[in-house]
């Protein structure tokens, strides 16, 4: 393909001047379309890349060096054309920064020990034992999820561990650790020192962080140098404590609402859908410290629902005080959804 110089085009196309047909043509020729390949002896310096195996260097990839393989800028990539006569820099070419530093993997640091490509740091896992009491400490449960959710009034005793596997061709060993575990680093596959917590009553996260230096290259200052800092991986175990709200229907204008449907959650909003066929009333309850709600029924505004507060203790052995809202009326609508905020 014939290559038309800088110089000569900007001739060419001066103002106040008509280019021929054939000088556009020697201008389009003259620059790398992208959807053409452009060829290995292009790029500046790959031959000798592929082909060195020459120590890496500890610290950097010779960040001193002019070779554009080692000083290429790779965040700046081909946008559009190129100039032929241009001399390519591994980051204009899709993949092949990739590939080099695959290439590098077989390499040696000038210590003698064996170069490592970008590799993952292990992962912790924690093993858990929980305790779920009453208020008066008489025992409800024990679990061994490393997450659970229980209702206010319940308290949990925490035991546990965290540990981690050996590394391998994948996974660099961590060489740190912090958390809640503490930061005595156990041996791979071996559980760390034991974990406990009593009495808690909030919502309460425990987690074990592993640490290693970053392993491969990375870009610094528009130069690929060894990667600097610190990977990371966690683990985590928690409580999570909330209130309950129910919600149903009946025919009773006063219903016990600890019969009705019921689940954790900490909000007042809800949607629902009530089946009400046959005539019964509709029923929405939660604690009172999460203030009045708003409701639309139909999408209409509702403000006659019937309001009333009622107590419940729950199965821990706490008190709550609850709004309790019911339908004015008895209803007969097999579908009524309402919205409550």
């Known amino acids: 393909m014939a290559t038309t110089s800088r110089e000569q085009l900007k001739a060419w196309f001066r103002k106040g001047l008509k280019p021929l047909e054939s000088q556009f043509a020697a201008w389009i020729d003259s620059y790398w379309h992208k959807s053409d390949s452009i060829p290995m002896s292009s790029i500046d310096g790959l031959n000798d890349a592929l082909n060195d195996h020459t120590v890496i260097a500890d610290d950097a990839l010779d960040t001193t060096s002019t070779n554009p393989i080692q000083n290429a800028p790779v965040a700046i990539a081909l946008n559009g054309k190129s100039d032929i006569g241009h001399t390519h820099t591994p980051s204009d070419i899709t993949g092949l920064e990739t590939a080099l530093e695959e290439a590098t993997t077989n390499k040696m ?7 490592q490509g970008s590799l993952s740091l292990v992962s912790p896992a924690i093993t858990s034992q929980w305790t779920v009491r009453k208020q008066d400490g008489t025992l409800v449960a024990t679990k061994t999820d490393n997450a659970i959710s229980l209702e ?8 546990g561990t965290f540990q981690y596997p050996a590394a391998d061709a994948a996974h660099k060993a961590p060489t740190r650790c912090d958390g809640s575990f503490g930061t005595t680093l156990p041996a791979p596959a071996t559980p760390s020192a034991t974990l406990t917590k009593t009495g808690l009553t909030t919502s309460t996260s425990l987690t074990a962080n592993l640490y290693a230096g970053k392993s491969g290259l990375e870009v610094s200052g528009g130069k690929v140098i060894k990667a600097t800092g610190e990977d990371k991986t966690s683990a985590s175990a928690s409580v999570s404590f909330y209130h309950r709200r129910y919600w149903g229907v009946s025919a009773d204008a006063g219903a016990d609402i600890t019969s009705l449907t019921s689940e954790l959650s900490n909000a007042r909003a809800k949607s629902i859908t009530f089946d009400c ?5 509709f029923y929405y309850a939660y604690p009172k410290a999460l203030g009045t709600a708003a409701w639309k029924v139909g ?30 009326n008895l209803l007969t609508d097999p579908s009524v959804n309402a919205v409550i905020s």
Request: charged share 20%.
């Open 277 to 281: 066929s046959g005539g019964r009333y």
């Open 109 to 115: 640091n000038r210590d003698g020990s064996n170069y």
């Open 152 to 159: 206010n009034g319940a308290k949990a005793d925490y035991s």
């Open 299 to 328: 999408g209409f505004d509702v403000s006659d629902n019937v309001l009333t507060e009622t107590t419940v203790t729950n199965e821990y052995g706490l008190a709550v005080t609850y709004y309790v809202y019911r339908s004015k």
